[in-house]
């Protein structure tokens, strides 16, 4: 097979997808020929992908579920999880938004909780100090491995106020962001970087004082509960009968580490990627 003309799949988390595409912008270098199909169809379309053979490289917001996992073994799929990079959910407005600075996560929990109808319809009801503001809020929906997180991360057991806007994709959360400067969405943290020019993060205060998502408090967890790490998963099976995906996977693994810089994401320590690369037996 021609290499330099070949092309893989990804299915997944849109949250691990530029790490992939990093690597991808090296890969072209020596095989210009070569490409990617995508699709960012949420962490558990994803893994539904993985384990009905259908991708052979996928990209997840949350780790493989027991359930899943017996999918995947009821369909003879062999498969690898590969810890990429330590990430976040952050609270997020627009920078016209001057007044919102920190929140609690009892706060944050009210302002996203199931009810119906919501019983926060105006920023004013959360504090007397808040502007007279209508209260809207967005982010992806609960395909979305962040949507899973967050929602438990904050208690709300994945369900959630049933005006919320469900954007489909982290970019349209920042449109939607963006247009309104009383609208509060939820991304992952890179995409705060990403848009810094036009969004920024709300600290949450866990207990101990007001914290905002960055490299060191997602590395040390001071970022409490909303931080996370995030998942490629290799399926081995698929890989085996498929020398051009099976080369590329290679490379990317090769060099991980950069590949997350790269990407806007926190890195792990080295030794998890390590570690992570000696369970897969074509990387060596």
Not at 72 to 88: M, N, Q, R
Request: hydrophobic share 40%.
């Amino acid at each position: 097979m021609d290499l330099a003309s070949a092309q893989a799949r990804y299915a997944g988390s849109d949250t691990v997808l530029p790490v992939v595409e990093a690597a991808k912008n090296s890969y072209l270098r020596g095989h210009p020929g070569f490409t990617l199909q995508e699709s960012t169809n949420g962490s558990s379309s994803g893994i539904r992908d993985l384990c009905a053979g259908r991708v052979a490289l996928i990209g997840s917001s949350r780790p493989i579920k027991a359930d899943e996992q017996r999918d995947c073994a009821d369909a003879k799929i062999s498969f690898v999880e590969i810890p990429v990079a330590f990430d976040g959910v952050a609270l997020v407005v627009s920078q016209k938004n001057t007044w919102l600075k920190a929140l609690s996560l009892k706060e944050v929990q009210a302002l996203f909780a199931h009810q119906s109808p919501p019983k926060l319809t105006n920023w004013k009801q959360l504090r007397a100090e808040f502007p007279d503001l209508a209260l809207k809020t967005t982010g992806v929906g609960f395909k979305h491995g962040t949507f899973q997180f967050f929602t438990e991360a904050i208690g709300n057991a994945r369900l959630i106020r049933p005006d919320f806007k469900d954007t489909g994709h982290h970019t349209e959360t920042v449109k939607m962001v963006v247009a309104d400067s009383a609208t509060i969405g939820f991304v992952p943290y890179a995409t705060v970087k990403d848009f810094d020019s036009q969004i920024r993060s709300i600290a949450i205060d866990f207990g101990k004082g007001p914290v905002q998502p960055g490299r060191e408090t997602l590395a040390d967890g001071r970022y409490g509960p909303l931080g996370r790490q995030v998942y490629l998963y290799l399926n081995l099976t698929a890989l085996e009968k498929a020398p051009a995906e099976r080369d590329f996977a290679k490379f990317l693994l090769s060099d991980l580490e950069k590949y997350v810089g790269y990407a806007n994401l926190t890195t792990l320590p080295n030794l998890q990627y390590q570690e992570a690369i000696r369970r897969v037996s074509f990387a060596h």
